[in-house]
């Protein structure tokens, strides 16, 4: 088993930039694609961005690219979202997962419990 945790949610106001963070345990993390999804009230969830196991591949959905970067940390077993000039519309329970590196969340064997972003005035 592959534990996920997440943190560095938030409230922050639109414009603001937010970075979280999914530590992961129990396997080796080196091997895993992973990946970024988010879920808002009465949505489905929805891919965010994908980082292949090697890190030389990186997808991101229309609606963030530009804006957010994913990135991985080998020797901290840790995975990153880089959020900048954050919109409301990003409001969501973000959630990292592992398994995959593309868009379909049944592709990931993995997920963490998500953390709360909230972009507001």
């Known amino acids: 088993q592959l534990q996920l945790v997440e943190s560095g949610g938030g409230l922050v106001q639109p414009g603001g930039s937010l970075r979280l963070s999914c530590a992961a345990s129990g396997r080796t993390f080196s091997r895993y694609g992973m990946g970024w999804f988010r879920q808002a009230p009465g949505k489905e969830r929805e891919f965010v961005a994908a980082?292949?196991?090697?890190?030389?591949?990186?997808t991101y959905a229309d609606s963030v690219k530009g804006r957010f970067t994913i990135s991985r940390d080998y020797p901290k077993n840790t995975l990153y979202l880089r959020m900048n000039n954050l919109k409301p519309e990003d409001t969501a329970v973000y959630y990292c997962?592992?398994?995959?590196?593309?868009?379909?969340?049944?592709?990931?064997?993995?997920w963490g419990q998500g953390t709360q972003v909230t972009v507001s005035s």
């Open positions: 997962a592992a398994g995959a590196d593309d868009g379909r969340p049944s592709s990931y064997d993995y």
């Open positions: 980082l292949s196991w090697s890190g030389s591949t990186t």
